[in-house]
Every structure is written in structure tokens, then in C-alpha cells.
């Protein structure tokens, strides 16, 4: 059965805006109920759009001597999970026409080169707090590259494929079985070090010699820091998704084109990251940030544990 214009496009515009327009308040309540379970009172959930605004409308104050690099930096990375976010099933169970433009491999590439695209920017400010910041940030990403590689080669072994809107199919067969959960563990192992989140590292703090994610965007401002934000935001969003969604179960996903079932997906997809946000708080507040040169051993370990998912897929434990 042939599909009209607007049922092909429609689900896509509405994952692209669930992702753009959902992002800081998910990232807001992550944030306040990181404060609220250390007993203080925190900020607002609605507190990252006021602060999105509030950059918005400012001046944007550029470094001297700041090149094309330093502007286009924050771009790459605000549309970059805007575009895995077509490769993906935010909201929809059924493959849409941008699914098989590209795998989980190309999606990890797609915020890899934004990650790469804001490290470079921050260099070219010449701030020695971002140098120290894009320095750690590389260290950091040269430790979770491998075991990331690892984690897509036990999906890939373990579904025999690597679209994601296949993989979450084909691992529903497999739900909560030891492969499944190794999975489940391994990729939420790579997600708290991509997003900065403790134990890799502390996003509440904002201290020079301390943080990493905030350096690198220390010297920007404004617009262009807005769009920082709001990228960091969709990016944990996206991992979000790719982790609920195809790695953990298409559970609460639209089976059907009709926009009764995907305005039904949203706030079904918006519970899952709640429990996402549990879980992610629980971490955050039972254990400490690691040092730096402990991370290598924390991304090796999430690498053993996607070893050990492929080790059982293939003897037959699936």
C-alpha cells in the first residue's frame, strides 16, 4: 500500500520536533531530580527553556582573532542529533523514508564529527580553558571510541544487522534475556560518558580545573552558547532514544500511520525517559566522578561487558 506525502513526512517532522522541542525539558527534569535526591530545592524544569531564551536574545561576544571554525562549531553540533534523529525510532515502530540512509555506526560518526566540530571550535578560541577542555574531551573520546565500536559489533553479531529500526526488532525476541541485558548495561555505560555525566564527569560543576563538557564551551556566549546547550540536550535525548528505544524495547512506539497513534507515542516515550532519568539520578548520586586517568579502566570495562554479550550470543545463550 502506497503512502501519501504527508503520511511519509509527517512522523518525521514529529520525531524531529519531539527531539528539538522535548530536549531541554527532559534534560530539566533530569536536573531537578538530581537536586531534589540530595535534599536541596533545585531549579525549575522549565528552567533550560528561560535559559535558552535568555542566550538567545544576548550579544554574542566573540574572542579576538576567532575564525570560521570558532562560529560554524555550534551549528555542527545543534543539527547533528537533529540528524540521527531521522536514522532513528523516536516515535514510530515502522521504518520511515530516511531510515536506511544510514546504520547505528553512521549515527555514531554524525556525533562524532559534532563532537569533533565543538572541540575544534574551542581550540580555535584560544582560551587555554577551552585547550584544557577540548584536551580532556579528546582523552575521553579516545576511550569510549573502542569500547562504542565493541557495543555496535555485540548488536550487530547478536541481530545481524545494524539498522536500528531492525535491531530493536530483532532484540525484542531476545528481551531480558543475559545478551540483552549486557547490552542494555554496556550502552548506558557509553551513554553517561558521551553526555559528560558522572562518573566520566560532573555536569553540576563549573570549576576551571574540574570540568570537561563546560570547557569546551567556556569562551562562547549568547546565540552561539544557546545552541551548545540545546545541542548537548538532544544529544543525551538521542542516546536516550537509541537506548530505549532500540537497545531496551520499540515498547510504547507507533504501529501505525495515523496521527492518533503517534501523539499516542509521545508521552508513552516521555515515561520511558523518565525511568532513564531514575536511573541515570540514582547513578549520579551514589557514586563519585572518577579521576581522569581512571576513565580508560571504566570504558574498558563497558567494552568486556559488550564482549561478553557476543561470547553468550555465540554459544548459543540468547
Known amino acids: 500500500m502506497s503512502l501519501s506525502f504527508t503520511q511519509a513526512v509527517a512522523p518525521q517532522i514529529a520525531q524531529l520536533a519531539f527531539i528539538l522541542l522535548a530536549s531541554p525539558l527532559i534534560k530539566g527534569i533530569l536536573d531537578r531530580g538530581k537536586e531534589f535526591v540530595q535534599g536541596k530545592r533545585g531549579p525549575s524544569i522549565f528552567q533550560v527553556y528561560r535559559d535558552l531564551r535568555k542566550l538567545f536574545v544576548k550579544e554574542t561576544v566573540l574572542p579576538e582573532g576567532a575564525g570560521v571554525l570558532y562560529r560554524v562549531a555550534p551549528y555542527v553540533y545543534f543539527a547533528a542529533p537533529l540528524i540521527v534523529a531521522m536514522l532513528i525510532p523516536v516515535l514510530t515502530s515502522y521504518p520511515l523514508f530516511m531510515a536506511f540512509a544510514g546504520d547505528m555506526m553512521a549515527g555514531g560518526f554524525i556525533l562524532g564529527l559534532a563532537t569533533f566540530a565543538l572541540l575544534t571550535g574551542a581550540t580555535a578560541g584560544a582560551s587555554p580553558y577551552g585547550g584544557i577542555g577540548s584536551t580532556r574531551a579528546r582523552f575521553v573520546s579516545m576511550s569510549v571510541e573502542p569500547a562504542l565500536i565493541v557495543i555496535l559489533?555485540?548488536?550487530?553479531?547478536?541481530?545481524?544487522?545494524?539498522i536500528p529500526f531492525i535491531v530493536n526488532q530483532t532484540l525484542q525476541k531476545l528481551a531480558w534475556s543475559p545478551v540483552h541485558l549486557l547490552?542494555?548495561?554496556?550502552?548506558?555505560?557509553?551513554?553517561?560518558?558521551?553526555?559528560?555525566?558522572?562518573?566520566?564527569?560532573?555536569?553540576?560543576?563549573h570549576r576551571e580545573f574540574s570540568m570537561i563538557d563546560h570547557n569546551r564551551a567556556y569562551d562562547y556566549s549568547g546565540p552561539h552558547l544557546a545552541l551548545i546547550e540545546w545541542g548537548g540536550a538532544m544529544k543525551y535525548t538521542v542516546l536516550g532514544v537509541i537506548l530505549l528505544n532500540v537497545i531496551v524495547s520499540p515498547w510504547g512506539l507507533a504501529r501505525y500511520h495515523a496521527a492518533w497513534s503517534i501523539a499516542l507515542a509521545v508521552p508513552l516515550v516521555f515515561v520511558k525517559f523518565l525511568g532513564l532519568n531514575a536511573v541515570v539520578v540514582w547513578v549520579e548520586s551514589s557514586i563519585g566522578k572518577l579521576r581522569l586517568l581512571r576513565i580508560p579502566e571504566f570504558m574498558a570495562g563497558v567494552a568486556l561487558v559488550a564482549l561478553c554479550a557476543v561470547v553468550l550470543s555465540a554459544v548459543g545463550l540468547s
Open 153 to 162: 559489533f555485540a548488536v550487530s553479531f547478536t541481530a545481524h544487522a545494524t
Open 183 to 205: 547490552l542494555i548495561a554496556a550502552f548506558f555505560g557509553v551513554l553517561l560518558a558521551e553526555t559528560g555525566r558522572i562518573p566520566v564527569d560532573n555536569p553540576s560543576s
